[in-house]
């Protein structure tokens, strides 16, 4: 456990945790310590001479001042180490967040590294704060004042010894039958998280179908198992404690018994017996709040777990030595790329010389826009190379590369902030004329003096308050602006209304001029722009070659833009 | 006994007494006087008041025969410590009792926390039910307000941490009050002096408690908790904004942003544990069990040197006076969860407050399928209206064409159809009843409508196209999908309608917008509602959204966003929006002769579309099978000559 935590946290933490645990340590013992001296105390007090028991209680008064100041000390510094490890947690995962792949950052990782982020982090550092000084205490005070009593009686100190494997092997056991219902919980969990999801967006569908009334069996089925798993847990978890409290019972009956018997035997001192026997109920305590702790521990271990494996998700290679390109073609040599178990590109060769334009043309799934991500480096691929003026962008620093390039994505994500601050992003340093121009070139004016308080506005988590086109040409604004010798673009045709379409048509045009183009094309109208198309299915060049070349030669990609003629052709014919 | 349920997202402690939740209270008749919210946590819980009662008297039961071992070593200590022989015989009946007393505690407790958490994962199931039945009938408009994700997670994560209120709370609570009361009984009829020195630690310890309430700590905890806020939402923007961010250059801003956002929360959260943890640290302190040990030997040596204490009267209060703690210390620790999962409580009833459309007491049918929109009103908030007095008439047999620049309100006029929402002012009428008389099944029976915001159900192709008609002939499926050009598709993946998407195959977005074409081609409906942005998604979804709408001609009443020039034309009606309001309507050959909106619109339009319509008569005029296509583009120059407009019925 400490060496997860360790290891998640990173070296430079090693000391403080490590100074925090032997203090904690030291506390716990200390306290099991300080319990020696009522042998003593109890032994006057019991027996015939209360009176000497004064010097004794106030030596175990100095202890328990000892044991305070202890107590007090690792509590604080339990606290503080945690807040520390917290700051340092949280920059250490948003600097590997920020290094990862952007390949790597799927659909559901929005939802996973923010809960993550916020209260699993919260969680994995309660560890430190909360659940590390009571689990230390629960194993050591114990133990120590088990050693205490060897030292008074080794027969009644034995009998309680006898509980230390017993438990020992039932947290084991616990921990290990718990692992597979916990883990099973936690699959269902996200299962019906996704059904839920999945009911939540269907609404209209279900409804129009009558269905709201009536249970959803897909939702109600996956509720059901979830029921299921955590009754699983409940019945995984039981046993451990039930055993636990049972062997500390046990054991207590047998100190019991055997002080009952040794006292009436004679063997040993009343007042003895009565303290060992005080001794052993505090022993018991502590140990029955270990199935408690126990349980806390291990769901914080499980989050600690999915905070190791994201650290430990490798970023894309740096190179060692980075080349800068000079020239601006593109090349794309044998690529195959893989993902998920699917090859999305395969096998593929094209190269666009500096200043032309290609447009990539294919049905959906074809691996259009993997191609631009790769010329990204979102993903390396798994054989062949990408190039941009002729260096592999595997070559490159990251920086060097991404100011080669201006992407406008399919979907355009803003920042929460104003406009200028969103179209500033493509060059910080540029000045406040630069940042109006490329906004005019992206005819953003209009836009910009509808919303209320104009440049200022604020345009919403991802941009809500603005409409699909209007965020378009904010991105493209940003990649004017950015100013980058090769272009990339990813066509968003879908949610443009005419009005918007033109504006982001003329903004494009705008982008494109003098520029390395590639661009994925979802209309006629754009391939037009491009000096050469391919046409791509399967994560093959299918064909290749001019606009009207292709069309003359009547193979699949006429017949792809061909399948809004026929309509059109009947009516025309009937008219 | 404590038994454990590991969840995904921690197991908490909550051991507070929580009004809202505390099943005694929420069982009860005052909690169910309140709000329809409250009666429903209430009504969900009053089925097992019975289990929970007995959950929380094996507990007590359990707990307070914990207390027969501690008291056999008081009873063995006096037998002992009495002068003269002992009594071997009562000797061994206590030492039997106190190992009695233990088994009876296993048994009770074990049993306890077994039916609590039994009974937990009961009413968790009810209260997802309950929430799942409430989401399939609040306004469909709600949802739109609001992240999937956050609703999902109220019924996942938040009815998961309700868990220690009513797995936990009930059982440890009781118990930890019941017990020490018992032991504070027994402890005066020993001795009074003693008792009361034994509750100092505890007085203390709850002297320290106000300094925890301080406005200072309460300011402290309101910033931990905003500044936990900003860091969730700075990682949303972080990890959304992950591929721009990469794509600029330097992923500096965001990734500053989140250090901010997290350096902020990690301060809070500092000033927050400096102001509490002192206090805590000193209650700890004085609830530990050495400082309360000291106390009570302190008094007791007192007492036995001076008052005459019998010594072994000693004992019980080094065995049971430990326990007296227990409620403070109850109270103190789990604090936080008690609050989180009151908070989750508190997004639960929200949930479960939230009001349906109300559905008519005497559904009236409608009579025809003519829609009527009648000085409709609508705003999203108060004081912005995005539809300002909607008067419109959609007759059966016509295509109504809507245009108008994006913010305009095409989007919320549409779904006003379907109901999504009740317009604020006026009233949407359906072959001549309102919509809010019509029941919803009939209405949803009568109007289809296929948006951008596609969503497939991880379930097979069949299921998906049959959403709306759940006993249709699979023959009427395959019509279906193939009418919306999707069937070739579906053919080709592993198991043809039988594949489960998602888990078998994956449908790209222009796939998925088919699939929902072809469930309102399904469904048959007289009423259709199309956003035509859809068919942008590639040229094949095109095709099928232009399709449905020439196969579905006859006596269907449809109204369409349009966002191609061809849809306007062939439209009987064009509605201009602008601003929420009808700024043009009428035949589009009306409006263009009319040189206003509408004509700037469409000449705005061709502009933006001159270059695609070449290129597509250059290539094509070279082919020449395709000349049909250039009669088409002449028909389109009359337009505008103004000669007329190709009206949908003559172009048909």
């Known amino acids: ?575 | 006994m404590p038994v454990r349920q590991a969840t995904a997202t921690g197991s908490v402690t909550a051991t507070g007494p929580a009004a809202t939740s505390d099943p005694a209270t929420a069982a009860g008749p005052a909690a169910a006087a309140g709000s329809p919210a409250e009666q429903g946590m209430a009504g969900l819980l009053r089925p097992y008041a019975w289990s929970f009662a007995a959950v929380v008297l094996l507990q007590v039961i359990g707990a307070v025969a914990g207390l027969a071992p501690l008291l056999a070593v008081v009873e063995l200590g006096r037998a002992l410590l009495s002068p003269g022989p002992v009594d071997h015989g009562h000797v061994w009946s206590v030492v039997v009792a106190g190992a009695a007393g233990l088994f009876v505690r296993l048994v009770f407790t074990a049993a306890s926390a077994g039916i609590g958490h039994v009974l937990d994962g009961r009413v968790q199931l009810a209260f997802r039910r309950r929430l799942a039945a409430r989401l399939g009938h609040v306004p469909i408009g709600w949802f739109s307000r609001r992240r999937t994700g956050e609703l999902a997670k109220v019924v996942g994560q938040d009815v998961s941490a309700v868990h220690p209120f009513i797995a936990h709370a009930p059982g440890e609570l009781v118990s930890a009050f019941a017990v020490p009361l018992v032991s504070l009984v027994y402890l005066f009829a020993v001795d009074w002096r003693l008792t009361l020195i034994t509750l100092i630690p505890v007085v203390l310890a709850v002297a320290l408690v106000p300094l925890l309430m301080l406005p200072a700590r309460t300011r402290e905890q309101e910033e931990f908790d905003a500044a936990m806020g900003r860091i969730a939402d700075s990682v949303v923007e972080f990890v959304q904004g992950i591929a721009v961010v990469k794509a600029f250059g330097g992923s500096g801003r965001a990734h500053r942003a989140f250090l901010t956002a997290a350096d902020d929360f990690v301060g809070a959260f500092n000033r927050w544990v400096r102001g509490v943890s002192q206090v805590a640290a000193g209650m700890q302190l004085a609830l530990s069990p050495p400082f309360v040990l000291l106390v009570v030997l302190a008094g007791g040596a007192a007492l036995i040197a001076t008052g005459g204490m019998a010594p072994a009267d000693l004992l019980p209060f080094l065995l049971l006076g430990l326990g007296l703690t227990a409620p403070v210390a109850a109270l103190g620790h789990g604090l936080d969860d008690m609050q989180a999962a009151r908070r989750a409580v508190g997004r639960i009833k929200d949930v479960l407050a939230v009001r349906s459309l109300p559905e008519p007491a005497h559904p009236v049918a409608p009579r025809g399928h003519r829609v009527e929109l009648r000085g409709v009103r609508f705003g999203y908030e108060a004081g912005r209206e995005v539809l300002r007095g909607i008067d419109l008439m959609l007759e059966p047999g016509t295509v109504t064409a809507v245009v108008g620049p994006s913010g305009s309100g095409k989007s919320t006029l549409v779904r006003l159809l379907p109901r999504f929402f009740d317009p604020t002012h006026g009233s949407v009428l359906l072959g001549g009843a309102d919509l809010r008389g019509i029941g919803s099944r009939d209405l949803y029976r009568t109007v289809s409508f296929v948006f951008q915001d596609v969503r497939l159900l991880r379930a097979s192709v069949a299921d998906n196209i049959a959403l709306a008609v759940p006993y249709a002939d699979r023959d009427d499926v395959v019509r279906a999908a193939r009418l919306a050009n999707i069937h070739d598709r579906i053919l080709e993946l592993p198991r043809g309608y039988e594949t489960v998407i998602g888990e078998e195959a994956g449908l790209s977005g222009g796939e998925a917008q088919r699939i929902s074409m072809a469930r309102a081609l399904l469904a048959d409906t007289p009423v259709l509602v199309l956003d035509e942005a859809t068919a942008f998604a590639d040229p094949q979804t095109e095709q099928a959204v232009r399709r449905a709408l020439a196969t579905l001609e006859g006596d269907r009443t449809i109204l369409v966003i349009a966002h191609r020039l061809e849809t306007v034309a062939d439209a009987d009606t064009v509605v201009v929006l602008e601003d929420g309001e009808i700024v043009e309507r009428g035949a589009p050959a009306e409006l263009l002769a009319r040189n206003g909106r509408f004509a700037a619109f469409w000449r705005s339009h061709r502009s933006a579309l001159a270059d695609e319509t070449e290129s597509r008569t250059e290539s094509l005029a070279e082919t020449e099978s395709r000349t049909e296509t250039e009669s088409q583009i002449e028909s389109r120059t009359e337009i505008e000559t103004h000669d007329g407009v190709p009206r949908g019925d003559e172009a048909r």
């Open chain 1, 1 to 575: 456990m400490i060496r997860m935590l360790l290891r998640v946290l990173g070296p430079e933490y090693a000391p403080a945790l490590r100074r925090t645990v032997i203090l904690m340590t030291v506390t716990a013992a200390a306290e099991g310590l300080s319990y020696a001296l009522l042998v003593p105390v109890l032994r006057a007090l019991l027996g015939d001479t209360p009176a000497d028991a004064g010097p004794w209680l106030a030596a175990f008064g100095t202890a328990v001042a000892g044991y305070a100041v202890l107590r007090y000390v690792s509590d604080l510094s339990g606290m503080r180490v945690g807040t520390t490890m917290l700051r340092g947690m949280y920059h250490r995962l948003g600097g590997h967040l920020a290094r990862l792949p952007v390949g790597w950052y799927g659909a559901g990782r929005v939802g996973e590294v923010s809960v993550m982020a916020g209260q699993g982090l919260l969680q994995a550092m309660s560890i430190m704060a909360h659940l590390l000084a009571p689990f230390i205490a629960a194993l050591v005070t114990p133990l120590t004042i088990v050693a205490v009593m060897l030292a008074f009686d080794w027969r009644l100190g034995l009998a309680a010894l006898a509980a230390a494997p017993v438990v020992a092997a039932i947290q084991v056991r616990t921990a290990r039958s718990t692992a597979a219902a916990d883990a099973e919980r936690h699959e269902r969990d996200k299962e019906a998280a996704g059904r839920v999801v999945e009911f939540l967006q269907a609404q209209p569908v279900l409804r129009a179908g009558g269905r709201a009334g009536e249970r959803f069996e897909l939702l109600d089925g996956s509720l059901r198992e979830l029921q299921r798993a955590s009754r699983r847990t409940v019945l995984a978890t039981l046993p451990g404690a039930v055993g636990l409290t049972f062997t500390v019972q046990a054991v207590f009956t047998g100190v019991l018994v055997l002080g009952a018997h040794l006292a009436l035997g004679g063997g040993i001192g009343a007042a003895e017996v009565l303290t060992i026997l005080v001794l052993a109920a505090r022993c018991a305590d502590p140990l029955l709040s270990l199935s408690d702790i126990g349980g806390k521990l291990r769901s914080a271990r499980a989050e600690l777990d999915r905070l190791d494996t994201v650290l430990r998700t490798e970023p894309l290679p740096e190179p060692r030595e980075p080349v800068r390109p000079v020239r601006h073609d593109l090349e794309f040599a044998s690529v195959t790329f893989r993902h998920g178990g699917r090859t999305v590109i395969d096998d593929l060769s094209v190269s666009v010389p500096q200043g032309q334009r290609l447009a990539v043309v294919g049905p959906s799934g074809a691996g259009k826009s993997t191609l631009l991500q790769l010329l990204a480096r979102f993903h390396d691929v798994d054989a062949g190379a990408v190039r941009v003026g002729g260096v592999d962008v595997r070559a490159m620093s990251t920086e060097v590369l991404m100011a080669q390039i201006a992407v406008v994505f399919q979907d355009v994500y803003l920042f929460d902030g104003t406009i200028e601050e969103n179209i500033r992003l493509g060059r910080p340093d540029a000045s406040g004329a630069e940042v109006r121009a490329a906004a005019s070139a992206a005819r953003l004016e209009e836009v910009i003096g509808r919303l209320p308080g104009g440049w200022a506005a604020n345009v919403g988590e991802g941009g809500a308050l603005l409409s699909g086109g209007e965020r378009q040409r904010v991105s493209i604004a940003r990649a004017l602006l950015k100013d980058a010798p090769v272009v990339l673009l990813d066509e968003v045709t879908s949610a443009l209304d005419p009005v918007n379409e033109a504006a982001v048509h003329d903004g494009i045009e705008r982008l494109m001029a003098g520029r390395t183009v590639v661009m994925v094309a979802h209309r006629m109208r754009t391939v037009r722009r491009a000096d050469r198309v391919v046409f791509l299915d399967g994560g093959r060049i299918v064909e290749e070659g001019g606009h009207d070349e292709l069309l003359r030669r009547g193979g699949r990609y006429a017949g792809f833009w061909e399948i809004s003629a026929p309509a059109e052709a009947d009516r025309a014919a009937s008219a």
